[in-house]
């Protein structure tokens, strides 16, 4: 059964950091390209991050880029997603998703399987 497994979203305080992971069982990631996205309540799902498995590059949405970093460790099955200075507008329930292909896309309409999402909030 494939299955994606996020955790690691909480409640954080403007400017702290959360790590959030996916852990993937029923396939293996190894070529697959990752994404991160992330839907808060009446917007849409944007992409946040996103990993080829090819050549691990990599893409971030604008409003993350320098304070968000994705990782995959193939070995473990696993993507990451640490994410410091958190803000406010970071507040939304954070998705991990898996595309059958080497190379990575920012449209959700892309990706195979998903994952339950984990809540992040952002709060003082």
């Known amino acids: 059964q494939v299955q994606l497994v996020e955790s690691g979203g909480g409640l954080v305080q403007p400017g702290g950091s959360l790590r959030l992971s996916c852990a993937a069982s029923?396939?293996?990631?190894?070529?697959?390209?990752m994404g991160w996205f992330r839907q808060a309540p009446g917007k849409e799902r944007e992409a946040v991050s996103c990993i080829s498995s090819s050549d691990g590059r990599t893409y971030y949405a604008d409003s993350v880029k320098g304070r968000f970093t994705i990782s995959r460790d193939n070995a473990k099955n696993t993507v990451y997603l640490q994410m410091n200075s958190l803000k406010l507008e970071d507040t939304a329930v954070y998705y991990c998703a898996a595309h059958a292909h080497s190379i990575y896309a920012t449209s959700a309409t892309e990706y195979d399987y998903w994952g339950q999402g984990t809540q992040v909030t952002v709060s003082s």
């Open positions: 029923g396939f293996t990631l190894d070529f697959y390209a």
